[in-house]
């Protein structure tokens, strides 16, 4: 309830809408918590298990224009890891976090994105290391013309073209 009056700050204004829709920032970029804070129950909103949430993840999304898209498993793991005082936040979990769980992601954006997250850069490198020699994380070489293959990390093996 106590998210009905965090954007109309009185009773008076909170009162006239028949439903209502909080955006939260996260400690993740780009990733809010949707709370559907008045009347929230009706909005059918249910978790992996079917039990009714009110709320629910989105990140939004600059790439091809200005749009959000609701929150993946990586998105949830990361809002998680980087919570103040997340005992993950500094360990293979939450370094694991912060790879796609579809995709792949540049080495160097990843190790960027750790140091972000407070990790320190050999923190990350050895975290990294260790995930790779445990088979949790992957290795992808993207060929590329006249230079060197791009460098990506996965959570799952290269498919060969």
């Given amino acids: 309830s106590d998210w009905m009056y965090a954007g109309a700050g009185s009773a008076d204004l909170t009162n006239w809408c028949r439903a209502m829709i909080v955006i939260d920032p996260t400690h993740t970029p780009r990733v809010f918590k949707f709370i559907a804070a008045k009347r929230g129950r009706r909005i059918d909103w249910c978790d992996n298990a079917g039990q009714r949430v009110i709320v ?3 990140c939004h999304e600059a790439s091809d224009g200005i749009f959000w898209r609701e929150a993946n498993e990586a998105d949830a793991a990361q809002v998680e890891s980087s919570k103040p005082g997340c005992k993950t936040r500094k360990t293979k979990e939450g370094l694991k976090a ?3 769980t ?4 540049p080495k160097n954006a990843l190790l960027s994105a750790a140091q972000s997250a407070d990790f320190g850069e050999k923190r990350a490198r050895g975290l990294l290391e260790e995930l790779l020699e445990a088979g949790e994380l992957h290795v992808w070489r993207i060929p590329r013309p006249k230079t060197n293959p791009e460098i990506r990390i996965s959570r799952h093996e290269q498919t060969l073209a």
Avoid at 102 to 105: A, G, H, K, L
């Fill in 56 to 58: 629910r993840l989105f």
């Fill in 98 to 100: 912060l790879v796609p």
């Fill in 102 to 105: 579809e995709d792949s992601i």
